[in-house]
């Protein structure tokens, strides 16, 4: 049993996914959740991995640390997002098994699926084809976590569970143009755009891929749902379940942000995967778990935290 005195590590909790496990797992009363800089312990090396968890001695581990990025950062590191996020998954999961913990629940990605999954992506697809080539590396280091999780579960009875969240966004993003995700790009480029005169905003590919998009505290409730209720093996999509263009989207932010400027679609720049939509059902039949966040809600918040940090965002 997991209860509120329960010591948890959540990795990667600084960042985005992380900080917002964390305030969810303090407003659920659990007084022993904690989190560490990865420049105290790099969790692509064994031994700091180890040396984690001699310190903090964990019944529970929130796997959440990764490497990750839009298309050009996926393009531009393809070798390293593939070594640190499986070297991370390895040493974390290797560690877990040995100190016996309770539960680990991993973050894996829906990068995982292959890249003409039929729509809506239902978990049982994930091996039916090859990931969209630009993001391929990540994709299938985080679902070599499943393949371990399910593998030291068969060999040692380790209670590893596996979570595949869709693209996140909300308060707390990385509005950096070099390793951001779609919605933060776009509200950063409109928002300088529209300081600047209105003036055209050149986005990726041609408008016609479609995506999905789940809230931050969404996930994060998820998340700690999963860690209390759910001990199964089969991986769990976590999301929205509606879909979007990216056309639509553009317009939406553009809306939100007041730019009046044109929208220029660059197609000499890659689309990536053609859509994106998650089949939740596993989700809310199993957890009891589904998004409560709109889309126009959560931009307006994502928008307003941006205006409010933005010093810190350049």
Known sequence: MIDKASRIVVTGGNGFLGSAVMRKLKESGYSNATTFSSKK?????????FDLFKACD????????AVVGGIGANQKNPGKFAYDNLAMGLNVIEQSRRFNLKKMV???????YPKFTPIPFKEEDLWNGYPEETNAPYGLAKKMMLVLAQGYRQQYGSNFIFLLPVNLFGPGDHFNLENSHVIPAMIRKFHEAKEAGNVDVTLWGDGSPTREFLYVDDCAEAFVKAMED???SDPINIGSGKEISMLDLANKIQSAVGHEGRIIWDVSRPNGQPRRCLDVSRAKDVLGWEATTSLDAGLANTYNWFL??????E
């Open 230 to 232: 759910y001990n199964g």
């Open 308 to 313: 409010m940090n933005r010093s810190n965002n």
């Open 41 to 49: 312990y790099n969790l692509t090396y064994r031994i700091k991995t």
């Open 58 to 65: 964990p019944e529970v581990v929130i796997h959440l640390a």
């Open 106 to 112: 991993i973050a894996g990605t829906i990068c995982a």
